[in-house]
Antibody, heavy 121, light 113 residues
């Protein structure tokens, strides 16, 4: 059974860099059979796609593209999210998820339970 | 990049049917059959309920159905059950000459009365 688990600091100071990791078990992210993505949910708001990763290629939400980087460490079977210059607007529950095929339009069929990140001094 | 528009809330009694709408534009829902719906119980991982407008993944009850007309997609839950009480999100692929991305709706809280 595929499982995804997000991890990272729950508190980040404004203007600093947010770093999260998604550890995948039950499948290898290097198989290149799927896209792997990050989604967030800000307080009182809906879901927001941050970006996705596939075989070394990355795809980002245009509104976040200048500040985010998604990368993979296949030796550890995990992929990561970094967001620079964070503000209170980046306070959110962050989810990692798998897209069920090899295109940006593929639905997210497996999700982690999410990790809460608060941006505050 | 505007989010898809969903009503904030919907409700129905057990056994009834409820339909949730999701309105986009001609750049997303109107132009592509890549609409998905997700069920989210707080504290749990979101669950894929519908993909490619009306397809159900294995294990999703056929009480859940969906469709699309123009720029609006809809999710119908028939024979409401207590466990259907959750937040439902729609999403769509959005494509243009210089931007290709995924857009979500703001979510609809479905209450089973």
């Amino acid at each position: 059974q595929l499982q995804l688990q997000e991890s990272g600091p729950g508190l980040v100071e404004p203007s600093e860099t947010l770093s999260l990791t998604c550890t995948v078990s039950g499948d290898s992210i290097s198989n290149n059979n799927y896209y792997w993505g990050w989604i967030r949910q800000s307080p009182g708001k809906g879901l927001e796609w941050i970006g996705s990763l596939y075989s070394g290629y990355t795809f980002y939400n245009p509104s976040l593209k200048s500040r985010v980087t998604i990368s993979a460490d296949t030796s550890k079977n995990h992929f990561s999210l970094k967001a620079t210059s964070v503000t209170a607007a980046d306070t959110a529950m962050y989810f990692c998820a798998r897209q069920r095929c090899t295109s940006i339009y593929c639905p997210f069929d497996y999700w982690g339970q999410g990790t809460q990140v608060i941006v505050s001094s | 990049q505007s989010a898809l528009t969903q009503p904030p809330s919907a409700s129905g009694s057990p056994g009834q049917s409820v339909t949730i709408s999701c309105t986009g534009t001609s750049s997303d829902i109107g132009d592509y059959n890549y609409v998905s719906w997700y069920q989210h119980h707080p504290g749990k991982a979101p669950k894929l309920m519908i993909y490619e407008v009306k397809k159900r993944p294995s294990g999703v009850p056929d009480r859940f159905s969906a469709s699309k007309s123009g720029n609006t997609a809809s999710l119908t839950v028939s024979g409401l059950q207590a466990e259907d009480d959750a937040v439902y999100y729609c999403s769509s692929y959005s494509g243009s000459s210089d931007n290709n991305y995924v857009v979500f709706g703001g979510g609809t809280k479905l209450t089973v009365l």
